[in-house]
Nanobody, 123 residues
Framework: QVQLVESGGGLVQAGGSLRLSCAAS????????MGWFRQAPGKEREFVAT????????YSADSVKERFTISRDNAKNTVYLQMNNLNAEDTAVYYC????????????????WGQGTQVTVSS
């Protein structure tokens, strides 16, 4: 069984920063692509960013491209999402995901999902 556990969410003022972490346990996901998604109240879940298993190739949604950075530490089986210059539209539950294929994540699907962490940005 694979577990993905997100942490680092919270309440932040507009313009502030947060760093989300997602720790994987149960098996190594070193060869898996990892990603972040989010779901705002009343909206569908949307893709945020993904990183390949090497940590070299990343891809982000246009809405966050200049503000969010995804990274990973395979030795720690952990993926991160550094979020800067947050605004109210970033308020959502953020989910970590892991899948063998990056295109699957970009397409909005994943083999494994975390339970989510709430990010609230006050304006």
């Amino acid at each position: 069984q694979v577990q993905l556990v997100e942490s680092g969410g919270g309440l932040v003022q507009a313009g502030g920063s947060l760093r989300l972490s997602c720790a994987a346990s149960g098996r190594t996901l070193r060869t898996y692509a990892m990603g972040w998604f989010r779901q705002a109240p009343g909206k569908e879940r949307e893709f945020v960013a993904t990183i390949d298993w090497t940590g070299i190739s990343t891809y982000s949604a246009d809405s966050v491209k200049e503000r969010f950075t995804i990274s990973r530490d395979n030795a720690k089986n952990t993926v991160y999402l550094q979020m800067n210059n947050l605004n109210a539209e970033d308020t959502a539950v953020y989910y970590c995901a892991a899948d063998p294929a990056t295109p699957t994540l970009v397409g909005g699907r994943s083999q494994y999902w975390g339970q989510g962490t709430q990010v609230t940005v006050s304006s």
